[in-house]
């Protein structure tokens, strides 16, 4: 049974529950997603489905490329991912996974990378509380401060909290419940926010035992 999916962040919104309140909810375009390729562990060394996500032009594809979604006979994908599998029994090259694998109520945990932010000073990039607006400290509002750990041991130790490149990373968010899915329109509807902008590539997992505990 495969248990995840390739989709897009469309965005946020809210619903309101029977009681009135307000509940935060990120939409996501969830597949449909074509199996692409079926990894094996006779041959692989492990079992896994390879979807493909949204649709690229054959001219943009290189030759071993083509033929691997030809081999498939499958439309050709932007995107491709594994998603390991328990078996293989009820899984085929070519059939579509969409967003019935999940149901209302369900925890999912859902992986995306981050808006990237460019490169920023440590208040924006560290949440700094900056230096003082008076009393001679007008020009070091947003200075790191002091980096040195005195003559001792005369250097500065791998990991110090400093300017530099800040967001564009790969952050998973775990047990998201799943507030609807509706594969007739490929929509997948969650509580609370994921990482990645509107447009944004995510997967999305059925949540680990060890995450839902």
């Not at 290189?62 to 029994?89: I, M, T, W, Y």
Request: hydrophobic content about 35%; charged content about 25%; aromatic content about 6%.
């Amino acid at each position: 049974m495969v248990t995840g999916i390739i989709g897009r962040k469309v965005g946020m919104t809210q619903v309101f529950e029977d009681s009135g309140q307000a509940v935060p909810v990120t939409v996501i375009q969830a597949g449909p997603c074509p199996i692409v390729q079926l990894k094996t562990e006779e041959k692989d060394g492990y079992q896994a489905v390879q979807l493909g996500f949204g649709r690229q032009k054959e001219n943009r594809m290189n030759n071993p490329k083509r033929g691997h979604f030809a081999k498939a006979d499958v439309d050709p994908a932007f995107v491709l991912r594994e998603f390991r599998v328990q078996s293989l029994a009820d899984v085929s090259v070519g059939s579509i996974v969409d967003a019935s694998v999940f149901s209302e109520g369900e925890l999912v945990d859902v992986t995306g990378t981050s808006k990237g932010r460019g490169f920023t000073g440590v208040v924006k990039r560290w949440k700094f509380a900056g230096g003082k607006k008076t009393h001679g400290g007008e020009q070091d509002l947003r200075r790191p401060g002091s980096i040195g750990a005195s003559a001792t041991p005369s250097r500065v130790f791998k990991g110090k909290r400093m300017a530099g490149r800040h967001g564009a990373k790969r952050h998973t968010v775990q047990n998201l419940p799943v507030i609807q899915a509706d594969p007739d329109r490929n929509l997948l509807v969650v509580k609370g926010a994921v990482p990645g902008p509107p447009n944004g590539l995510l997967l999305i997992k059925k949540a680990s035992k060890a995450s839902s505990t």
